[in-house]
């Protein structure tokens, strides 16, 4: 698009004197601007890295120190104990100084190293104290004298201002759990689920691998947790994500969803325009280190590392293993509309296009009625399919000429957007339109995504939106971060003309997107088709369900003194017996995000307790003050095991790091072996609202989003995400596969919905803390509220 731009206005002619040039004066000005844009970011990324750099000191407090030595000099006190006059005695050409200038050069050099030492002593006393976690495991509500302390203490030492990268330095490492611990925990969590002769097998083979194997496979991770900044994450992300050679759509890419009740205009171009250019303005305040870090009870800080790669990445795929491709400064867009792949300049002058500008763009690829090239219409499709197969079309197809060139653009495009030509979106008056707009966003034809990009926005001719995301760069919350800013910025910042147009002046000089070229052959359209067929396959097997549950909410759930998510994880619990009569290895994702350059954790939710309580549930003879007692029971032991996993001192990232190691050692273990060949049946996530402060919910209770969801992990198991929504609504995602005779995602829906109200029968609205009047609690208090 830029070399375009300015070949319109730059020509010559060559004459016998010579050759005459001729630049427009448009040009000329586009190119300085872009000059002034580009050198005053960096600047700004420059000033935001020092800040970052030297905190929670400032640049302004060397100054202070400086100072101070320098006014030592003449009030005759020595601060630094005699420190300056060693530096003076040995500065190199001291005798080049006059006596003045080295006393001074002296003091500014002690200050700057006293500063530097100041500014790790202080880092330090901070990552010690957020080292301390004893106040996640405080009742909820409650507050110890010594916890009050550190948290005036963190506050003390977090500084003022931070910017996103701030606390890096400050967060401790994740630590390793002792071996005796993590085999303790994983025993206990199988207990349920095994009978008294496998249970005994599976100790015999904890204890063999604890007495033989397990010493020297720990001394080794051990070493890397000193040496590495997180012991698990890199491994996490290759061998979990890169190095798998099955398909990610549908298997390993997630989605997110627009607002479910408001659609601000129904008008696709401008919608798309808005949204756009709202994530330019995120990217712009990301790439400037310029967002809040965001903090738990507002003060203890989360890594922010996986925010670094959400624009300007590409998953590349690779005959063995995948690795992903981060960029910087990408100035274009792909857009995919009708099997046609455009390129769109994001960038005029030496700023960000504008909203209405960026409308025309999109409104001109709508508009356009050309024909896909020949292999052009399913190209995407190889990113859907296996692995091996893409990579090998990437290298013999793709490697030079025009089609390395047009798949260069699409993979250092800032993101991918699709133009879909299928409206979606929840419709109450429609029973399946949220099934259908999940797939659509899960897999949609299975070739109009583009789903080794970080994430394809997508866009629906009524206006909806949406997000396929790519996982192995970065978990769910770190997208839905950006994407509530998006979709406050997009309905509360910019808005809408009353016709449902961008805001702004119109402007019809922008050069016309262009289309990528392809010349693809017979056997690479072999290739296309065939990895499209597999990926058809598979999302055709997609059994999804989307389910609103209105009938009450966190608000009620708190009032039972419990919490939401133990509740729902208990509900979850039920259902799944209910369904398959069986109780199996439930996945509850939980993040570790409190420590340098964490991702996630496994909860294992089907505990003792919790299998005590759902055959309570199911026995008749069990009456609603017994239920109760084990139903609070539980949900004291899933927190006790979700505040587990979040201070590192989780099973499964543990054990799964002891098998890497083995497997490098070339060290057998039947027992490793054995804990990560068991299938997750039942996998569940919760997708967290973080910046509430972006939308007044009570104040705008229609501006809420619909949540995310993905695949399902076994072939014969649900997949469940679910979020909760202001006080009053809670939406669940549930995935399963056709192909599953025992599983059905609309018919689990169904337990779940039962489930929840049944756990909340439980309880009455003035219920105390011996609970010994509970029955049932009225539901005018949850009432639907949307």
Request: charge should be positive; include cysteine; aromatic fraction near 12%.
């Amino acid at each position: 698009m830029a070399e375009a731009h300015q070949a319109v206005g730059f020509q010559f002619t060559v004459r016998p004197d010579g050759v005459d040039f001729k630049l427009s004066q448009e040009v000329i000005k586009n190119i300085y601007l872009s000059g002034v844009t580009a050198w005053k970011k960096k600047a700004i990324q420059f000033k935001n890295g020092v800040l970052a750099g030297v905190y929670p000191a400032s640049p302004s407090s060397w100054l202070i120190v400086v100072i101070a030595m320098m006014s030592s000099l003449y009030i005759h006190i020595d601060l630094s104990m005699g420190m300056m006059d060693t530096i003076k005695e040995n500065l190199p050409y001291r005798d080049c100084m006059s006596v003045q200038t080295r006393a001074v050069l002296s003091a500014i050099l002690f200050a700057t190293g006293l500063w530097l030492f100041l500014i790790y002593l202080l880092r330090y006393t901070l990552k010690a104290l957020l080292s301390y976690h004893g106040w996640i495991f405080e009742s909820h509500g409650k507050m110890s004298t010594s916890t009050k302390v550190w948290l005036c203490l963190v506050k003390m030492f977090s500084g003022r201002r931070p910017l996103l990268y701030s606390f890096q330095a400050s967060l401790p490492r994740l630590p390793v759990p002792s071996v005796d611990d993590t085999i303790h925990r994983y025993l206990e969590s199988v207990r349920p689920l095994l009978d008294n002769e496998q249970y005994n097998k599976m100790e015999l083979l904890a204890s063999d691998f604890k007495e033989n194997k397990a010493a020297q496979l720990q001394r080794c991770l051990i070493l890397k947790s000193w040496w590495a900044t997180n012991y698990v994450s890199d491994w996490w992300e290759e061998y979990i994500y890169l190095r798998g050679r099955s398909p990610i759509m549908v298997n390993s890419n997630f989605y997110i969803m627009d607002l479910l009740y408001v659609t601000p205009t129904h008008r696709q171009a401008a919608r798309a325009g808005n949204v756009v250019h709202a994530m330019l303005q995120y990217r712009r305040k990301l790439e400037r280190g310029e967002l809040a870090p965001l903090r738990a009870l507002g003060t203890v800080p989360m890594c922010s590392t996986q925010m670094e790669r959400m624009f300007n990445t590409t998953r590349i795929p690779g005959i063995e293993t995948d690795f992903v491709q981060h960029l910087t400064d990408r100035k274009h867009l792909v857009v995919f509309h009708k099997g046609r792949f455009f390129q769109v300049w994001l960038y005029t002058g030496g700023r960000h296009l504008l909203p209405s500008e960026l409308e025309t763009q999109f409104q001109r690829i709508l508009n356009d009625t050309s024909e896909p090239q020949p292999g052009e219409l399913k190209l995407a499709a190889l990113t859907a399919g296996y692995r091996v197969p893409w990579a090998q079309a990437r290298i013999k197809y793709f490697s030079q000429g025009i089609n390395k060139v047009s798949l260069d653009a699409i993979e250092s495009a800032a993101f991918f957007l699709t133009l879909d030509d299928e409206p979606q979106g929840y419709d109450p008056a429609k029973t399946n339109s949220l099934d259908s707009y999940a797939k659509s966003l899960l897999h949609g034809k299975c070739y109009d995504r583009w789903f080794d990009k970080s994430f394809t926005l997508i866009s629906y001719p009524n206006g909806k939106m949406g997000v396929n995301v790519e996982h192995s760069w970065a978990d769910a919350p770190i997208v839905g971060h950006m994407w509530e800013y998006i979709l406050a910025t997009d309905c509360f910042h910019l808005g809408y003309t009353e016709e449902g147009h961008c805001k702004g002046d119109v402007n019809k000089n922008l050069p016309h997107p262009t289309r990528l070229q392809w010349q693809i052959p017979n056997e690479c359209q072999n290739v296309i088709e065939t990895s499209y067929l597999s990926a058809k396959q598979i999302a055709d097997d997609v059994d999804f369900h989307g389910y609103l549950f209105a009938e009450f909410g966190k608000g009620l759930i708190k009032k039972c003194r419990t919490s939401p998510d133990a509740f729902i994880q208990l509900a979850l619990q039920l259902a799944q017996f209910r369904d398959q009569h069986v109780f199996c290895l439930t996945y509850e994702s939980s993040m570790t995000r409190m420590f340098r350059d964490g991702r996630t954790e496994t909860v294992r939710s089907c505990t003792s307790e919790a299998v005590a309580f759902v055959r309570a549930m199911e026995d008749k003879s069990k009456n609603d003050l017994n239920r109760l007692a084990l139903f609070r029971k539980a949900a004291e032991k899933h927190q006790n095991m979700y505040r587990l996993a979040m201070t590192g001192s989780g099973i499964d990232r543990h054990l799964f790091c002891l098998y890497i190691v083995s497997k490098y050692l070339g060290v057998d273990s039947p027992f490793l072996t054995k804990v990560l060949s068991e299938p997750w049946k039942l996998s569940t996530s919760q997708t967290p609202q973080q910046q509430l402060n972006l939308v007044d919910i009570n104040k705008f209770p229609k501006y809420v989003c619909g949540g995310g969801g993905f695949g399902p992990v076994a072939d014969d198991g649900y997949g469940v995400s679910y979020i909760i929504v202001g006080e009053n609504l809670i939406t669940f995602h549930i995935s399963s596969k056709f192909s599953s005779p025992d599983t059905d995602s609309y018919r689990f829906g169904q337990h779940i919905q039962k489930a929840m109200l049944d756990i909340q029968a439980l309880f009455k609205p003035e219920n105390d803390k011996t609970a010994q009047n509970a029955k049932y609690v009225h539901l005018e208090n949850g009432k639907k509220h949307i």
